[in-house]
């Protein structure tokens, strides 16, 4: 996380190209450590901002907890369906920012990403199709939180000083509200489940606020 916003590290030379936005779709049980709040704090103070999933075992992060997504001052996304209610994988809870599509494969088709097995070097799966571009649908609050680090980008693009606490504020008070269903009521997301609403882009990007 330093190395990535342009801080030291020991023993590994500086990056060159700081990010101003961390997109973390990775996670591990239990509350955020020391050392990793630690390391989030600098990148904070850095002018960075931590997207987070909340991660995908179905449960509550307040007695549930996981890391990154507990940690103090990230953007915690839970996942959606095609239909804007949780994903049944989705974690969920007070921690939870804000929501995304993630899918939810039988009732929607998921998210189409870019896949390729290479950790170094392409590699052709031939199980992908095309051997240029590869692609897969998946599932996941891994999916759920490209979509508000994209939309973080363009708000960066259109406002170069943008902080923290402002890009939150903007996203959540432009998010789309969570439908709400007759049916499956046990999915309809509240705002104290799933964050301010589903991110939208067009709407964030329309606030004057968003713009130099």
Not at 42 to 52: Q, T
Not at 54 to 74: D, F, I, Q, W, Y
Not at 137 to 145: L, Q, R
Not at 147 to 162: E, I, N, Q, T, Y
Request: proline share 4%; net charge negative; aromatic share 6%.
């Amino acid at each position: 996380m330093r190395w990535s916003v342009g801080l030291p590290v020991p023993g590994v030379a500086d990056n060159l190209h700081p990010a101003r936005i961390l997109n973390m779709s990775f996670g591990g049980a239990g509350a955020c450590g020391a050392a990793e709040q630690s390391a989030v704090n600098d990148v904070l103070a850095k002018g960075g901002m931590l997207v987070v999933a909340a991660g995908n075992s179905g449960e509550n992060l307040k007695t549930s907890p996981e890391t990154p997504a507990s940690c103090s001052g990230v953007f915690t996304i839970a996942a959606t369906d095609q239909q804007g209610q949780i994903a049944s994988y989705s974690n969920y809870g007070s921690e939870v920012e804000l929501a995304a599509p993630g899918g939810e494969q039988p009732i929607d088709t998921g998210i189409l990403s870019t896949a390729d097995s290479g950790r170094t070097t392409a590699k052709l799966d031939s199980s992908y199709g095309s051997a240029l571009l590869q692609y897969s649908n998946y599932d996941g609050t891994s999916m759920a939180t490209p979509h508000v680090s994209g939309v973080l980008a363009l708000m960066l693009a259109l406002k170069a000083d943008l902080g923290r606490d402002e890009a939150l504020s903007l996203l959540q008070q432009s998010a789309t509200a969570f439908p709400k269903y007759a049916k499956n009521i046990a999915f309809n997301c509240t705002n104290s489940t799933c964050g301010a609403g589903i991110v939208n882009a067009q709407a964030v990007l329309n606030l004057g606020a968003c713009r130099t």
